[in-house]
């Protein structure tokens, strides 16, 4: 059993910044990739960022070029840098971890961009 606990969320205006933290509890089993997820209200969840354990990143194009995901495998934690925010970021982001064959997710942490 794998907890997270996501931190960072909050009310952001338009143009402005946030940092998402993402801590894994200690497990025997070793974690391998870790992202993030969002999901705004009536939509469909959708992928943000996504990191291997080696450092292989990928993102959602609605956010490449503005977010940075990054993550320090001793401290099983994930992190996720959104610059240039935009009202549609709006949404909860959900920090999502595997270890193979299972996938745990967090609870969730509110970012809403307005003015």
């Known amino acids: 059993q794998v907890q997270l606990v996501e931190s960072g969320g909050g009310l952001v205006q338009p143009g402005g910044s946030l940092r998402l933290t993402c801590a894994a509890s200690?497990?025997?089993?070793?974690?391998?990739?870790m992202g993030w997820y969002r999901q705004a209200p009536g939509k469909q969840r959708e992928l943000v960022a996504r990191i291997t354990r080696d450092g292989i990143t990928n993102y959602g194009d609605s956010v490449k070029g503005r977010f940075t995901i990054s993550r320090d495998n001793d401290k099983n934690t994930v992190y996720l840098q959104m610059n240039s925010l935009k009202p549609e970021d709006t949404a909860i982001y959900y920090c999502?971890?595997?270890?193979?064959?299972?996938?745990?997710r967090g609870q969730g942490t509110q970012v809403t961009v307005s003015s």
């Open positions: 999502n971890a595997e270890v193979p064959p299972l996938n745990y």
């Open positions: 200690r497990s025997r089993f070793t974690i391998s990739n």
